[in-house]
């Protein structure tokens, strides 16, 4: 029966991922897409005819080396305005905590994002958001959390929604209406209730949630303060995340552990109690380097720990305006690895399999495989080491989504 909608990527050097920290990858490769997943993956001498006999359209990558999409699965990347004079105002010793204290720091961004009109926010987003596609970034997820008001958090998921719409990407959206307190509130429990029974219900009944997410430390909010919220996430059949063990020893691990929440990220501060916890759930350790790097932190997530306990290790950016601006994916590899010690394969599987799995998409991305997604970028490298070896370079040649290609260099 002829189905002319094969679409066939022949000619690639795939890289597949396998569980023993050893890439495996198909020397000279297809990779052949129906609507939006992956039909077949093997060597092109092996293309079955009914696949040539029926394509619409055929793509020779040149031997060129194509990986899964990547997965940013951390970021505030919607947001008003920008923290640059703050900026000046850290290089002169001025700590996170004291800015946030003096009512700047997510006070400032709340406010400017608060004044941005729906079309404004979209407006200044979308911009950081080609240059995440432009370095082979096929899914990311997007907090909400400097509205900290039902509005204007509506405002912002909707915004996170439309985003996945107009550029063809994967959003996964997660709430953090308990980001931190916010000014015109006194009381963290009248906040949190508020947050819990007004906001999140109704946001919910839009659709526009797909996880609740908290930030755990000394400036915001304790677990046991978080219980409720985390409570209320399930009985909505939503997922978890948590911002822990940042700035502090939070133990928001044990919160995210009960919760079988699906990551908990930053984790400087981590300890080896709270990783047995882990190890016990199928949570994913989030390590954020842009903002450990850009915040001057000397305290490093325990990595060995994390090995020693298998726990799934993902990096994202924490694209935001305040302790991480990075809008780059491939700079934040780059820093887990110089900074955190993390090997190439480790980073490379922590923005791919294992991003996937702290969204909840184990079964359908960050691999290139029969029955998964078809999200595969075509690099300009001879190795996926190379991804995490460069500062700055960008060897991305285009960008397949969903079988429709959404970026061509
Ligand atoms: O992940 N830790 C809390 N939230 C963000 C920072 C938000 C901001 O400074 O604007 C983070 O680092
Ligand atoms: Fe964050």
Redesign the pocket.
Known sequence: MPNASFKIWSNAKIFLMTEDAQHQFIESGAIVTHNKSIVWVGEVQDLPAQYIDNHSAYYDVEGRVVTPGLIDC?T?VV?GGN?ANEFALKLQGVS?EEILLKGG??HA?VNATRALSEAELMQQSLKRIQQFIAQGVTSLEIKS??GLDYQTERKMLRVAREIGKLFSLNISTTFLGA?VLPHEYKDKKAYLDYVTEEVLPNLVKENLVDAVDA?C?KI?FDAEELENLFSKAKDLSLNLKL?SD?LTNSKGAHLAGRFQAWSV??LEHIDEVSIQILAHSNTVAVL?PG?YYYLQETQKPPVDLLRKYKIPIAIAT?C?????PCLSLLTALNMACVLFRLTPFEAFKAVTKNAAQALGWSDKKGQIKVGFDADFVVWDINHPDELSYYIGANPCVSVINGGEIIYDK
């Open positions: 951390h505030h947001y923290r996170y720091g997510i961004t959390g400097y980001h930030f430390d915001a911002h940042q990220d930053h954020l903002a924490d935001n305006p305040g302790s991480s």
